[in-house]
């Protein structure tokens, strides 16, 4: 099965939909963003990554950044902080050099490596990504840079991750598909949750969280 490109979801959702569906549910289905500065920060770091797209040649490795990415079997598109053509005979061929060349992505992060999955789903879901769009080999491993400890740590791209990001993705469609936001439980997670003033009423009272913005419009109209 393929997804037209309307149907395309971010592969930054991952991470919010790893750290709780309902968050990316508010965040990507409601479009209820809440900018607080855990994400500000983050844009910041993103963005001095990303700036336009660009290419150079480091060493034996090319860098590429802000490379646009996406998989019409998973269904997904997004923007990679930094894709890295390592010399394989695994990888692609590059228009104006010698040999081939295998893509390795490179995701910045603000603060430091975190517990769970969230961080490796998003990068490992780049991979499957290019993995698709370039017709490369398997790339084995990719990196994740964390702006607190300023050091990048290898991450595997083994079957068991890539069968998560494919069936977190297939869940994520299903709800997408459905308009639907899930109810879930409330966490200590809450706590570092940004969306957490929108979310938490409509969890504790019931209700919509659009209806919860109204009423507190509303109340200041
Ligand atoms: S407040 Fe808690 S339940 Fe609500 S979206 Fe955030 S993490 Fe999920």
Redesign the pocket.
Known sequence: MEYSEEEFLSIAGLQHFAF?R??WA?AYLEMQWNENLRTAEGHILHENAHDSFSAEKRGDRIISRGMSVFSRRLGVNGVCDIVEFHASPHGVPIFGREGKWLPVPVEYKRGSPKENDADRLQLCCQAMCLEEMLLCGEIPKAYLYYGETARRTAVPLDEALRGKVAAMLSEMHELSRRNYTPR?K??K??NA?S??GL??PK?CRGGSAADYLKKRLEEFS
Do not use: A
């Open positions: 709780c309902r968050q508010l879930v409330p966490t997670s809450c949750c969306l957490k979310c938490l969890l």
